[in-house]
């Protein structure tokens, strides 16, 4: 599957990209506050997590210099249960869900539809696969909300600030239609 936008062209990841796939995580990590295990076990291990599985995909957009200008994930189920509401993860836990992760732009690729571009591939992929797609940002990480509420297609379905993560989650709206 290769997706192009304008300039930006996503495609899934090989193995002989994770390891620039790999760096450019860790460096978004940084920015968005370091890593922790709880959450980043596909980052520890990039090849167990998304390679050769039918249910997961890591798409990954190269920059015109050859690094890594973003990434985006898509796996299956919803948020982890222990760091929702009771009805969201009820919500979650009886479907067949995808969740779109890691969509992670380099500063350097910003503005320019990398994310975009990446987003949309992502939502493609799972709309196939899953009867509820979902994802959640951190409202902290500027810009992170506002581009979110403005994706088409999403519902902000809970705002769960103020948690220790200022998350806000959305379901993409009608994924089968």
Known sequence: MTVALGKPTVRPARPEDLPAIERHMRAMLVELGGHDPRFHTDVDDLAAAYLDQTDRVLLVCWAEDGT???????????????????????????????????????????????????????????????????????????GALAFWRAFPGLVEVFDARPDPWSTVHFEVASPRE
Not at 72 to 100: D, K, N, T
Not at 107 to 113: I, L, Q, V, Y
Request: charged share 15%; aromatic share 8%; net charge positive.
């Open 68 to 142: 890594v200008a973003g990434t985006a994930s898509v796996r299956p189920g919803g948020p982890q249960p222990e760091f929702v509401p009771p009805w969201l993860a009820q919500r979650y836990a009886s479907a067949s869900v995808g969740q779109i992760c890691r969509v992670w732009v380099a500063p350097s690729a910003r503005r320019g539809g990398v994310g975009r571009t990446l987003a949309q591939a992502a939502v493609d992929w799972a709309v196939e696969r899953f009867e509820i797609v979902c994802l959640h940002t951190n409202a902290s990480v500027p």
